[in-house]
């Protein structure tokens, strides 16, 4: 498990984590989303101990990760999949770490096969792809078979398999009871994979709840209704109560509907007579709860075409 309480971090007069607090359990994977610049890497670096907090506490297992000796036996982690020597084989640098924290050679190899690196084990890593790189990385943070484990933007430079693989590895960890801490920009990989997620914007916390909850949040849940007669539904379903927006391209009779049911609107149509040619439920988005919720926590802002 990791408790982060009242975690605080500042470079002078910028804040870079404020007073953040949240839970990772164990058995699920639980996601870190915010905007860049949001403070999750620096989060990750405190809870490793390589950065340590202006104010506040992060604890694995209950302590400092510092305190625990032989530190990938406890958390395995990924934070940049560049920072290894490339000098060094893959065999060499995962020996290297092996000896240091006590590790049987043996599982050198386990962990390299694991990955889909048994046949580049004895290559110079400077030579490897960012995608090989980041299982590299994944090798590293498994070798010590730790129950904590920590990724910052795994996916990378992985093909659409090695992201597949990915996603069901963090599933299979989380089942065998561990703690998956996973944090990623990409909201398709959390909608696949994470159980529970903590947002944050600028440092300070904006959710800690469930991906479905979150999800829920936007107001872009509903239905989608497809008819040539969209100014005549649009009358009707907005006198139940409804609201009714254009859906599509001009010219285009999609109409999109919440605050009805797709039940409630397929009979007000048939009371009414009007044919509908679709009528399709639509879920909430991730990334459109995820874009609304942080809006105002956006520090690098693309400009507006002029």
Do not use: C
Not at 97 to 110: D, M
Not at 132 to 157: C, S, Y
Not at 246 to 251: D, I, L, V, Y
């Amino acid at each position: 498990m990791i408790e982060v309480n009242e975690l605080t971090k500042r470079y002078g007069a910028k804040t870079a984590v404020d007073h953040l607090s949240f839970t990772v359990r164990p058995g699920q994977v639980t996601g870190f989303l915010g905007p860049n610049g949001a403070g999750k890497t620096t989060t990750l670096r405190m809870i490793l101990g390589l950065d340590a907090p202006t104010a506040g506490t992060a604890t694995v297992s209950g302590v400092p990760f510092r305190s625990h000796a032989r530190g990938l036996r406890h958390v395995g982690a990924l934070l940049d999949a560049n920072q290894v020597h490339g000098g060094r084989t893959a065999t060499a640098h995962l020996s290297a770490l092996a000896h240091s924290n006590g590790i049987s050679p043996r599982r050198v190899k386990e962990v390299l096969h694991e990955v889909g690196l048994a046949d580049a084990a004895n290559r110079r890593i400077g030579g490897f792809s960012l995608g090989m790189k980041q299982r590299l990385g994944i090798a590293t943070a498994l070798l010590g078979d730790p129950p904590v484990l920590m990724f910052d933007e795994p996916v990378n430079g992985m093909d659409p398999e090695g992201v597949l693989w990915m996603r069901r590895l963090f599933r299979r960890l989380a089942a065998e009871g561990r703690t998956v801490f996973l944090s990623s920009h990409l909201m398709s990989e959390m909608e696949n994979t994470a159980d529970q997620l903590v947002v944050i914007g600028r440092g300070r916390l904006i959710a800690a709840e469930s991906a479905g909850a979150f999800a829920a949040r936007g107001t872009r849940a509903g239905i989608v209704v497809s008819t040539p007669q969209a100014a005549e539904l649009a009358v009707v379903l907005t006198a139940a109560g409804a609201v009714v927006e254009p859906e599509g391209s001009p010219g285009v009779e999609k109409l999109a509907v919440t605050g009805l049911s797709a039940d409630r609107t397929g009979a007000l149509a048939f009371e009414h007579r009007i044919r509908l040619n679709e009528l399709t439920a639509r879920t909430a988005s991730l990334e459109e709860a995820f874009m609304q919720l942080t809006a105002d926590s956006i520090e690098y802002l693309a400009g507006q075409p002029r």
